[in-house]
């Protein structure tokens, strides 16, 4: 009993393929440059960047980032679960996750859809450029985010997962998550700072 | 077993970290749905929820992506990421006043 209150020893590497961290932080580094580039270019014209802001839709806003924390969390449950050799369960919370993702899709489609009716570009001034060139590459990432809980949950399915071997989906997990990260400083940052 | 209850042990802080970044997010959109920036405080409230927001980032690294239990250079490589763009949008909200 005591043993298993131990908290476990810390290790020298973080959580799946160490190939996939490079990935991310080639990644996490791409939307640094984004943010600052933003926040920089803001200091030009901050009234417009204001007034612009405006027109957002802080109420979808708040449901993706919802969704990706959602989302997040279920992925955290998934690899719980095969940690417990439930491959099932670990099955059902990565569609869950699945779910959340595909939700964030549907509502930030919408917002596109209504921003391109009302006739707004990437020429439209250097909000929207900042806007939708920002959020579109995240919305990329989240796309091929889906693509990898996807396969991951079918190798799941076809039993490549156990308690003892599950490398591959904290591999998957951590992706995800960096999804997720870049968002919670996007959402701030573009729709509620000023 | 031992697996079980370690996981268990492990989901429970997870459940909690999830709970308080869905707290900070509605509090972050609240910010901005009641237009509280505005006037003297704006820039106060704007750092404050760009706060929030690297405090949830560095809970997603330590707990989701599973960096606490990491020791050396990658226990950081989260907190490090967030304190770049952090600074740096800092110092230009600040300057833009």
């Not at chain 2, 820039?43 to 690297?54: K, M, P, R, Y």
Request: with cysteine; glycine share 8%; aromatic share 14%.
């Amino acid at each position: 009993m005591s043993a298993t209150l131990t908290a476990a020893p810390p290790v020298r590497y973080p959580p799946g393929d160490l190939a996939i961290w490079i990935f991310i932080l080639a990644e996490l580094a791409v939307f640094a440059i984004f943010f600052a580039s933003y926040a920089f270019a803001r200091m030009g014209d901050v009234a417009m960047f204001n007034e612009y802001q405006a027109t957002l839709d802080k109420g979808a806003a708040l449901i993706n980032t919802l969704a990706l924390i959602t989302s997040s969390y279920f992925v955290v449950r998934a690899i719980a679960a095969i940690r417990e050799d439930q491959p099932k369960t670990s099955v059902r919370w990565l569609l869950a996750a699945l779910a959340m993702g595909a939700l964030f899709l549907v509502v930030k489609s919408a917002e596109y859809a209504h921003h391109f009716g009302e006739g707004v570009r990437l020429s439209s001034n250097t909000f929207y450029m900042f806007y939708l060139s920002l959020t579109f590459f995240h919305f990329l990432h989240v796309v091929l985010g889906m693509v990898i809980p996807a396969a991951v949950a079918l190798k799941t399915h076809q039993g490549a997962y156990s308690a003892s071997e599950h490398t591959g989906m904290e591999t998957g997990g951590v992706y995800w998550h960096m999804v997720d990260l870049v968002w919670l400083i996007l959402f701030p940052l573009v729709y509620v700072m000023r | 077993m031992n697996t079980i209850m370690k996981t268990q042990i492990a989901i429970r802080p997870c459940t909690r970290i999830y709970l308080l970044l869905v707290v900070l997010t509605v509090v972050t959109f609240a910010v901005g749905y009641f237009e509280l920036l505005s006037g003297n405080r704006a820039l106060f409230l704007s750092l404050l929820v760009l706060g929030f927001a690297l405090i949830k980032g560095q809970l997603i690294g330590d707990f989701f992506m599973g960096l606490k239990g990491v020791r050396g250079p990658w226990r950081f490589v989260i907190l490090l990421w967030l304190l770049i763009p952090g600074t740096l949008i800092t110092i230009a909200f600040t300057l833009a006043g």
